[in-house]
Every structure is written in structure tokens, then in C-alpha cells.
């Protein structure tokens, strides 16, 4: 016996099935978010070693535990470094006062008395280093990134920007020994260098062993902080380049696909992001991208002019009067 069915309802064999609009395979990483602690975590840490930017918290996952303190240890280092750098610009002054004005007599001056700038440079950033943190973060948690090689690029780039930085550096103590031998033959060898490569410091202050000890470790941590603005404007450039290129392969993983109003909605809010991290990080590291190109411009124009105006010299001046009085 045939049954009515009810015109008020509507049999459908067709199950729906859900479909991705874009048509690309979702696929679910399993690697954990890339954060921005994560990336400059050993650029912070060779930072702190020479006494830049002394903030707590750099080797914890949240944003919230790091904070700047004045009554921290690194704080009170970074303060006795400062002391230790504005003493070296103080005897450089010192031997100027003293002495005729040359190019090589004051290129000391400038080389301490921008390190000491860029420490208190460094302070600043630290001040605004939490609040900076946590403004990352929030975009973070909103748009993720799973993009770890940004992290292997900065520890790459820390590892062979400070190779070269120590290798500059053991060559230019390498020439003062030698140099220190030529023209301190009676002192000792350690006396002899100290004395030969910081005239500004032992021309004016007995030689002891711990004096020179701490001017040759002032000297090289002025060093690295010299390299180290430049490292740490890289990596900063590192990570925002990344946020950046993040947001672009988003848009180009949908080009040519049929997409709703919501994705373009929510890709104009992420890019809207990524370019105000941008602003804020330019607020807060302006100062330290300022010195760095200051500072290799200068030194870059200084080298040229030594070279046109010397040319390449093989022995210093001490060994050059020896010469003379051999020769002659």
C-alpha cells in the first residue's frame, strides 16, 4: 500500500560536505610558533655579556616576565661599564690636551665617546624593551608565525659577525706586541703592549697589572659594542622582514582562488599589524640604527683616508725610526 508523504516535507539523499574555499590542503604543523624571544634570544645574550641592554626575563617564553629594573646586577654593570668607557673617553681627551691635534690622535675620542652614547642609547631601549615585547607578542598570539629559519639566520649572522669582529681584533694586538717590542724593548712584554697600544691611559698613569688588564678589557668591549649595534639592527631587521613576508605568502598561497570577504578582511588586519610593529620598533631602536651607520660612515671615511693619505704600511712607526737608525 502506497503511503503519502507529507508535502510540507522534503527528503534529500545529498550529504553536504565541507569544503575548503580556497581549495589548498590544510595542513596542521606540528612545529611550535616562532616567537620573537625565541629569535633574538642569543643576540640578547651577547649583548648582556658586554653589558647592553639589561632587562630580565630574555631566556623565558613569556612576555610578561621580562622587565627592566634599576636595582638589578645588570643594571649595576652596565652602569660600571658606562663609568669604565666615559674614564677611557676622559684620558683620551686628556692626551689631546697634551699633545698636537692630529686625526689619529682624536680618532680615539670619537671611537669611546660613541660607544659611551651608544650605552646610554641601549638604556633607553631597555626602558621600552618589556612593553615592546608584549606588543609582539599580542600580534603573535593573533597571527603565528611557524618560520624558524628567521631564528637560524640571527644565530648564523651573530656567530660569524663576532668571528670576524675577534679575528680584526686578535690582528690589531698581534701588530701592537710587535710594534711594543720595537720601541719598549727594555720593559716587558705585557708592559710593552699596554703601554704601546693605550699612550692615552699610560702616559699619564703608572703601569700596574691590573690597570692594564682593565684597559685591555675596556678596549675590547668597546669592540664588541661597536660590532654589536650593527648585529643587533640586523636581527631586528631579520625578524620584521620576516613578519612581513609571513603576511605576503598568505596572499600568495590564495591568488587566483575564490575567497570571501572575511579572508581579504582579516589579511588587511594582519598587514595593518605588521606595519605598526614596524613603527613601534622603529620608535624604540631609532637611536641605535642612527649610530650604527654613524659610526661605519665615520670609520669607513677614516680608513680611506689613511690609506690614500699613507698608503699600506707594514711596520709602525717605532719600527720605521729603527730603520732609519740602522740605515742611516
Known amino acids: 500500500?502506497?503511503?503519502?508523504?507529507?508535502?510540507?516535507k522534503i527528503i534529500s539523499?545529498?550529504?553536504p560536505v565541507n569544503r575548503n574555499k580556497i581549495n589548498v590542503a590544510e595542513v596542521k604543523s606540528k612545529l611550535s610558533p616562532n616567537t620573537f624571544q625565541e629569535t633574538l634570544r642569543v643576540?640578547?645574550?651577547i649583548g648582556q655579556a658586554f653589558s647592553l641592554l639589561p632587562v630580565n626575563g630574555i631566556m623565558s617564553k613569556i612576555a610578561t616576565k621580562v622587565r627592566f629594573e634599576w636595582s638589578s646586577w645588570k643594571c649595576m654593570y652596565a652602569f660600571l661599564s658606562l663609568i669604565g668607557q666615559v674614564f677611557m673617553t676622559i684620558m683620551c681627551v686628556t692626551r689631546v690636551t697634551h699633545s698636537e691635534t692630529t686625526l689619529s690622535v682624536t680618532t680615539p675620542i670619537i671611537f669611546y665617546f660613541t660607544t659611551c652614547i651608544t650605552m646610554i642609547t641601549f638604556f633607553r631601549v631597555a626602558r621600552n624593551w618589556p612593553n615592546l615585547v608584549r606588543n609582539i607578542s599580542l600580534v603573535e598570539e593573533v597571527d603565528p608565525s611557524f618560520d624558524h629559519s628567521v631564528t637560524y639566520r640571527c644565530n648564523i649572522t651573530c656567530a660569524v659577525v663576532l668571528f670576524l669582529a675577534l679575528v680584526e681584533h686578535i690582528l690589531s694586538l698581534l701588530s701592537a706586541f710587535a710594534g711594543a717590542m720595537t720601541c719598549y724593548p727594555n720593559k716587558s712584554l705585557y708592559e710593552g703592549f699596554v703601554t704601546h697600544f693605550y699612550p692615552w691611559v699610560f702616559k699619564?698613569?703608572?703601569y700596574t697589572p691590573f690597570l692594564g688588564i682593565l684597559t685591555q678589557f675596556l678596549h675590547f668591549q668597546s669592540t664588541i659594542i661597536w660590532n654589536f649595534s650593527d648585529l643587533f639592527v640586523i636581527c631586528m631587521s631579520y625578524?620584521?622582514?620576516s613578519r612581513l613576508e609571513h603576511v605576503n605568502k598568505k596572499l600568495l598561497a590564495a591568488q587566483g582562488k575564490y575567497l570571501p570577504e572575511v579572508f581579504w578582511k582579516t589579511s588587511r588586519e594582519n598587514y595593518g599589524r605588521?606595519?605598526?610593529l614596524v613603527r613601534r620598533v622603529d620608535d624604540v631602536i631609532s637611536g641605535i640604527v642612527f649610530i650604527s651607520?654613524?659610526?661605519n660612515l665615520f670609520f669607513?671615511?677614516?680608513?680611506?683616508?689613511?690609506?690614500?693619505?699613507?698608503?699600506?704600511?707594514g711596520t709602525g712607526e717605532c719600527s720605521r725610526q729603527a730603520t732609519r737608525k740602522v740605515f742611516f
Do not use: D, S, V
Not at 1 to 8: A, D, T
Not at 301 to 307: A, G
Open 1 to 8: 500500500m502506497r503511503k503519502n508523504i507529507p508535502k510540507n
Open 13 to 15: 539523499f545529498w550529504t
Open 43 to 45: 643576540t640578547l645574550i
Open 204 to 206: 699619564f698613569l703608572p
Open 239 to 241: 625578524y620584521l622582514t
Open 274 to 276: 605588521a606595519t605598526e
Open 293 to 295: 651607520f654613524a659610526n
Open 300 to 313: 669607513i671615511c677614516l680608513q680611506l683616508f689613511n690609506t690614500l693619505e699613507n698608503g699600506i704600511k
